[in-house]
């Protein structure tokens, strides 16, 4: 697999919206996880939300939940973060991960996990500023 490709990104005054984009490739049959991460300066990496290859199987996290939501292009193997109401804490450098998984035509809920241990490849990140 080749490293994820990260697009978007920038600055906003808080109350914005902004939207990521992350293209993937060499995956057959959507067999992936695709998360976004985030860190902020003098903070640990954490996981903002999930999104398995063949769709339908989401997680966020609880900060976020309600105002970004991540979807997936399947057709050109492209997941959007669109970020809705941002707020200063949501600053940071984002960054985009994935890794293969066996297919499944029944992704639970919980299938793509938000650990950043269990990511392979990752892209370059891309900077997302919130003013107040």
């Known amino acids: 697999q080749a490293q994820p490709v990260e697009s978007g990104g920038g600055s906003v005054q808080a109350g914005g919206s902004l939207s990521l984009s992350c293209r993937v490739s060499?995956?057959?049959?959507?067999?992936?996880?695709l998360a976004w991460f985030r860190q902020a300066p003098g903070k640990e990496r954490e996981g903002v939300a999930t999104?398995?290859?063949?769709?339908?199987?989401?997680w966020y996290d609880d900060s976020v939940k309600g105002r970004f939501t991540i979807s997936l292009d399947k057709d050109k193997n492209t997941a959007s973060l669109q970020m809705n109401s941002l707020k200063p804490e949501d600053t940071g450098m984002y960054y985009c991960?994935?890794?293969?998984?066996?297919?499944?035509?029944?992704?639970?809920?919980?299938?793509?996990?938000?650990?950043?241990?269990?990511?392979?490849?990752w892209g370059q990140g891309t900077q997302v500023t919130v003013s107040s």
């Open positions: 060499g995956y057959t049959r959507s067999s992936y996880c």
């Open positions: 999104i398995y290859g063949g769709g339908d199987s989401t």
């Open positions: 991960a994935s890794v293969p998984v066996p297919f499944t035509s029944s992704p639970t809920p919980s299938l793509c996990v938000s650990a950043d241990s269990a990511y392979k490849d």
